[in-house]
């Protein structure tokens, strides 16, 4: 059976990077994010989301570690990375999926390779959607205000 999370009001984002990070010459990135959503979201950001290296954030043990204490984390509710990559498999293996708490994991492209598995071996749905870096400017296109829509009607 699927598990439903549901987002309190003024939700957590935890921000980590389990394929691809932000390079330092994109971090502005992040700032455009911070500024979107800093006012009504608390933001925990993980070290693998601010380095890139040879097409990942980080060796696989690094990004593995972060992205189940994110996953297990009380504080956080919703965990997006900034956006896929390539090397996402690598850590398949080292997710604790028995630790994973109740809460969405939203993203696309190499996230994916996380989201199925996650929902097929805990029963916790996922959402294949839009990554962070798509919901940082002003507009969006029609796609991405859409998973905007479905975040706030999640929360309520």
Not at 35 to 63: C, M, V, W
Not at 70 to 87: A, C, K, M, R, Y
């Amino acid at each position: 059976m699927i598990r439903y999370p549901k987002l309190p009001e003024n939700y957590s984002i935890g921000i980590t990077a389990p394929s691809s990070g932000i390079e330092i010459q994109l971090h502005y990135i992040l700032q455009e994010v911070k500024r979107k959503f800093e006012s009504n979201h608390q933001l925990i950001i993980g070290d693998s989301t601010y380095t890139q290296n040879k097409a990942k954030s980080a060796p696989s043990e690094i990004r593995a570690k972060e992205l189940n204490t994110f996953l297990q984390s009380e504080e956080i509710d919703i965990v997006i990375p900034p956006w896929g990559g390539e090397l996402a498999i690598e850590i398949l293996d080292k997710i604790d999926f028995e630790g994973i708490r109740n809460k969405w994991i939203l993203g696309y492209s190499d996230i994916s390779v996380i989201l199925l598995p996650i929902t097929l071996k805990t029963g916790i749905a996922t959402a294949h959607g839009t990554n962070l870096v798509d919901m940082r400017g002003k507009y969006s296109d029609e796609t991405t205000k859409k998973m905007g829509e479905c975040i706030k009607n999640i929360a309520r």
